[in-house]
Structures are given as structure tokens and as C-alpha cells.
T-cell receptor
């Protein structure tokens, strides 16, 4: 069975702080994909990144960066210099036959 | 613009009533999905369809039904058998999972429908 754990249910930071959202996963598959989605207050899930299990290179996209470590089954997400618009719920997900979502981390960025 | 639309944004259900949530996509995606999200929780899969006229149960299909008569449309009916229907419902679509050597494709989501029971 697959499982995704986002241990941080809620994080509060002040604008311009860096913040890391943790994601730990369990799977018996040797090939899998990991995803991050953002859910702003409007409700729609916005796709952020997809990472293949064979590609352990870290990825940076603007203020966002992702650290994939297969040895610890983690796929953490860091926002640098956070902004109020980053306030949302962030979901990590793992693909098997279907997507398995973590419980989400609510990020609140205060001005 | 290509995308996924869901309607209505809010839906109210009376006891014993069936209600249908609409999901339409113009992304030319083969696969479509329905998820349920309860407050403070992640998403759980209700039903999915990888091709027209075919669909499969997800983890929490009881009390729900779907149809897939057209590629663009995947309506979800919440039946009276669903005793606790109050939730946020999200529809998603993706290219067929077989497109990239059998690996799952990225799912893109609609804006959601919030269902409340009167």
C-alpha cells in the first residue's frame, strides 16, 4: 500500500521568511512519480511539480525549490522569501496506479 | 482557453435527494477523475474513467455514481445512499496513463463544487 505523510498540518511564517514543507512517502514500487499541488483559498488545486523516482536532482523554479531524497523517501518543498500570496494548502502526492495524496500542510504567510 | 469547468460552485441537497455535479474539460484528455475533500483533509478518489464508456471505482465509491458518455464530460451523481455527502468535490483530468510508457500523467483540476446538505 502507498502512503504519503505531511506531518506539518499548519505552518505560520512572516513574509520574506523561508519555509520548508515536508513530505515523506511509502511505496513498494521501484518506479513512481511524486507531485506537489497548491490549493489557494479558491479551492482549485494548482499543479506545481512532477518528479520521476529516477531523477534525484533538486529542482528550482523561481522562489520554489524541491529536494528529493530517495534514501529517506522524502520530497520536501521550500519557498524562499515567502509572500502573502503563497498562503495556501499544499499537497504532496505519490503515483502508483492512482494518485495518493498526503493530508496537506496549511501555510499562512503574514505581512 | 483550455481547462476544466465544474458546476455549480455551490450545491444544496435535501434529504433523500440525488444531485448531479457537472465536470467538463476541453483539454482533449482521455482520463477523468472525481475526488472528495473533507475539511482539513487530503483528497480521496471516488471514481475514475480512462476512456469513454468505461469507469472504475475508487476508494470511496459507495453512494456515488458516474457516467462517461462523452470524452469531455464526466458527471458525478451523489445518491441518497451517501449518508454524509457534505464535502468539497474536485474533478480532474489527465492524458491517458499509457501515454508516457505506462507512467501516470499529471492530473489537472477543476475549481470544485461545494456540496451542502439542508
Amino acid at each position: 500500500a502507498q502512503k504519503v505523510t505531511q506531518a506539518q498540518t499548519e505552518i505560520s511564517v512572516v513574509e520574506k521568511e523561508d519555509v520548508t514543507l515536508d513530505c515523506v512517502y511509502e511505496t513498494r514500487d521501484t518506479t513512481y512519480y511524486l507531485f506537489w499541488y497548491k490549493q489557494p483559498p479558491s479551492g482549485e488545486l494548482v499543479f506545481l511539480i512532477r518528479r520521476n523516482s529516477f531523477d534525484e536532482q533538486n529542482e528550482i523554479s523561481g522562489r520554489y525549490s524541491w529536494n528529493f531524497q530517495k534514501s529517506t523517501s522524502s520530497f520536501n518543498f521550500t519557498i524562499t522569501a515567502s509572500q502573502v500570496v503563497d498562503s495556501a494548502v499544499y499537497f504532496c502526492a505519490l503515483s502508483g496506479n492512482m494518485l495518493t495524496f498526503g493530508g496537506g500542510t496549511r501555510l499562512m504567510v503574514k505581512p | 482557453d483550455g481547462g476544466i469547468t465544474q458546476s455549480p460552485k455551490y450545491l444544496f441537497r435535501k434529504e433523500g435527494q440525488n444531485v448531479t455535479l457537472s465536470c467538463e474539460q476541453n483539454l482533449n484528455h482521455d482520463a477523468m477523475y472525481w475526488y472528495r475533500q473533507d475539511p482539513g483533509q487530503g483528497l480521496r478518489l471516488i471514481y475514475y474513467s480512462q476512456i469513454v464508456n468505461d469507469f472504475q471505482k475508487g476508494d470511496i465509491a459507495e453512494g456515488y455514481s458516474v457516467s462517461r458518455e462523452k470524452k469531455e464530460s464526466f458527471p458525478l451523481t451523489v445518491t441518497s445512499a451517501q449518508k454524509n455527502p457534505t464535502a468539497f468535490y474536485l474533478c480532474a483530468s489527465s492524458m491517458s496513463p499509457g501515454t508516457s510508457g505506462g507512467q501516470p500523467e499529471t492530473q489537472y483540476f477543476g475549481p470544485g463544487t461545494r456540496l451542502l446538505v439542508l
